[in-house]
């Protein structure tokens, strides 16, 4: 299997400058080959094949010595696979358009070989000896290695390993259905209890350090050091929440995968949970698309299994004792009592026991098929089942004809994602 430690670097100031203009080669290819490609299909009507633009890196050195002095050659080739990659995964419905790349953002690069650990350092080609802060033991044998640096100006290094599969792993028995939500982020019943963890409310605590420092930073003249110094300022307290909102998902799924074998969790759409104008802010902050992602690749390390169920299922409307479906129930409503059986229910308890009951249907009747068939029960998904199981690799199993916008990358095909892994 393949796994990413990302490891923070302190280059020295030659170093920073080297890496600059690594930054600035890879960059200016992206943008040639892209311009290129939009070029060549604006004439033709087809798309530039990665051959051609590859191709073109020869004379491009002849042209500009500075792309053969100050980069790495294989990093130029990793440029023109990425886009050619992106150029896949806008057409097959998994990414927007590529976008030309600018040096007032991220900016990152790749190594595919010849990148060693020294000690407590990192030797990479054209840069040198770079120290770097090991925060655990680089195992396996390194395939890629991604060099970002933030907009704080921080340096990081993303190494991809090929290890065996993971010894030692803390493996629990227990079946969760999990209910997201805003008041509480994770409603957790494993079927004799629930369990509520609350919103940590990640940017609503630093809105107000946010607000002063933007409205100082608008109020500089632009292209001035002032500015740009408050640009860093502002680019800081988002790092932080964003630190913070991924050090909490992190420890919650880590702690939810150690004590269980599957999680059920609902297929939530939430591109259009975002056009409500109330709780846009809310639903961005909260962080549910990244949280199951996380689920989804530490289950995979563990022969774990990830279920989805439909994100019509009605599980608030459910009872979960006599199944009686009540016609309305608004937000407002938190408890509520079954005309049928007169249950008094919790709404979020309720619903998480009846995703539990749902995803253990779905995965009796996966099982059931696969055993008629002669397959595994956790390699084959149901149609018919009312959800979307995720296999053991991680990859969702959806249907082939699917091509809508925004559904999550297919992990099965794209194996060399470095920042999924190995963080929590």
């Known amino acids: 299997m393949l796994k990413a430690v990302k490891v923070r670097l302190y280059p020295t100031s030659e170093q920073e400058i080297a890496l600059a203009k690594s930054f600035g080669c890879a960059r200016w290819y992206w943008n040639y080959a892209l311009n290129a490609c939009i070029q060549h299909y604006s004439e033709t009507g087809k798309s530039l094949k990665l051959s051609v633009y590859k191709a073109y890196?020869?004379?491009?050195?002849?042209?500009?010595?500075?792309?053969?002095?100050?980069?790495?050659?294989?990093?130029?080739?990793?440029?023109?696979?990425?886009?050619?990659?992106?150029?896949?995964?806008?057409?097959?419905?998994?990414?927007?358009?590529?976008?030309?790349?600018?040096?007032?953002?991220?900016?990152?690069?790749?190594?595919?070989?010849?990148?060693?650990?020294?000690?407590?350092?990192?030797?990479?080609?054209?840069?040198?000896?770079?120290?770097?802060?090991?925060?655990?033991?680089?195992?396996?044998?390194?395939?890629?290695?991604?060099?970002?640096?933030?907009?704080?100006?921080?340096?990081?290094?993303?190494?991809?390993?090929?290890?065996?599969?993971?010894?030692?792993?803390?493996?629990?028995?227990?079946?969760?259905?999990?209910?997201?939500?805003?008041?509480?982020?994770?409603?957790?019943h494993d079927g004799n209890e629930v369990t509520k963890h609350s919103n940590p409310k990640h940017l609503k605590r630093h809105e107000k350090n946010l607000a002063r420092k933007q409205k100082k930073f608008a109020r500089k003249v632009k292209g001035s050091n002032s500015?740009?110094?408050?640009?860093?300022?502002?680019?800081?307290?988002?790092?932080?929440?964003?630190?913070?909102?991924?050090?909490?998902?992190?420890?919650?799924?880590?702690?939810?995968?150690?004590?269980?074998?599957?999680?059920?969790?609902?297929?939530?759409?939430?591109?259009?949970?975002v056009r409500n104008r109330k709780l846009s802010k809310s639903i961005s902050d909260v962080g549910w698309g990244m949280f199951v992602n996380f689920l989804d690749y530490k289950l995979k390390a563990k022969d774990g299994?990830?279920?989805?169920?439909g994100r019509f299922f009605p599980s608030s409307k459910t009872c979960s004792c006599c199944g009686h479906i009540v016609d309305e129930l608004t937000l407002d409503i938190r408890e509520w009592d079954c005309p049928s059986c007169f249950t008094s229910h919790d709404r979020d308890g309720n619903a998480a026991l009846n995703i539990r009951k749902e995803g253990l249907r779905i995965l009796q009747n996966n099982g059931e098929t696969a055993l008629?068939?002669?397959?595994?029960?956790?390699?084959?998904?149901n149609p018919k089942g009312g959800g979307n199981p995720v296999i053991a690799d991680g990859g969702c199993v959806r249907p082939p004809t699917r091509k809508g916008k925004g559904q999550r990358s297919m992990k099965s095909e794209a194996h060399t994602v470095p920042d999924r892994v190995g963080v929590g």
């Open 372 to 381: 008629q068939e002669g397959f595994p029960p956790q390699a084959t998904a």
């Open 305 to 309: 299994q990830l279920v989805e169920i």
């Open 57 to 188: 890196l020869p004379q491009l050195k002849v042209e500009y010595p500075w792309l053969k002095e100050d980069c790495y050659s294989a990093v130029l080739q990793c440029v023109a696979i990425n886009l050619n990659k992106a150029y896949a995964n806008f057409f097959e419905g998994r990414a927007k358009f590529p976008r030309f790349k600018s040096k007032h953002h991220k900016q990152s690069i790749q190594y595919p070989q010849n990148v060693k650990i020294v000690g407590d350092c990192l030797e990479v080609p054209k840069i040198g000896v770079v120290k770097a802060v090991f925060h655990r033991l680089i195992e396996g044998k390194i395939k890629t290695v991604t060099i970002s640096k933030t907009p704080t100006d921080k340096y990081f290094a993303s190494l991809l390993c090929e290890v065996d599969g993971e010894a030692g792993l803390v493996s629990g028995d227990k079946i969760l259905g999990i209910d997201l939500g805003l008041k509480d982020f994770a409603i957790i």
């Open 227 to 273: 500015r740009n110094k408050y640009r860093k300022l502002v680019a800081k307290v988002h790092e932080r929440v964003s630190n913070s909102r991924q050090d909490f998902l992190h420890k919650l799924s880590r702690k939810l995968v150690d004590h269980s074998q599957i999680i059920v969790v609902e297929n939530l759409h939430v591109k259009g949970m």
